[in-house]
Nanobody, 123 residues
């Protein structure tokens, strides 16, 4: 559909930072919860972080807690995933996904997906 568009991926060294953005078109953005998932080669989708429609609930996977920060700007219809202290195991394609109102840890509960952005962390 092209409703979500991720950007900000790239190749970095361990310990570096990246900020991923997920922009949405359409006026319903404030009513959607957004989630970030990642998929490494040969692996299943992995939950990274999610934020509810109003930003009141933000959840993180244990593997990124304390290193990643998720936020949203409804005026700009954008969510931001600030990733600090990146590790090689963070290497994956990162996907932004949307569902109505409440966030979820489960990828199958998200109806709208972006095309993904590659993050590579290596020395």
């Amino acid at each position: 559909q092209g409703w979500l568009l991720e950007s900000g991926g790239g190749s970095v060294h361990p310990g570096d930072s990246l900020r991923l953005s997920c922009g949405a078109s359409g006026r319903n953005f404030p009513t959607y919860a957004l989630g970030w998932f990642r998929q490494a080669p040969g692996k299943e989708y992995e939950f990274v972080a999610s934020i509810s429609w109003n930003g009141a609930t933000i959840d993180y996977a244990d593997s990124v807690k304390g290193r990643f920060t998720l936020s949203r700007d409804n005026d700009k219809s954008t969510v931001f995933l600030q990733m600090n202290s990146l590790k090689p195991e963070d290497t994956a394609v990162y996907y932004c996904a949307a569902r109505a109102y409440s966030s979820s840890y489960y990828s199958h509960e998200y109806a709208i997906w972006g095309q993904g952005t590659q993050v590579t962390v290596s020395s």
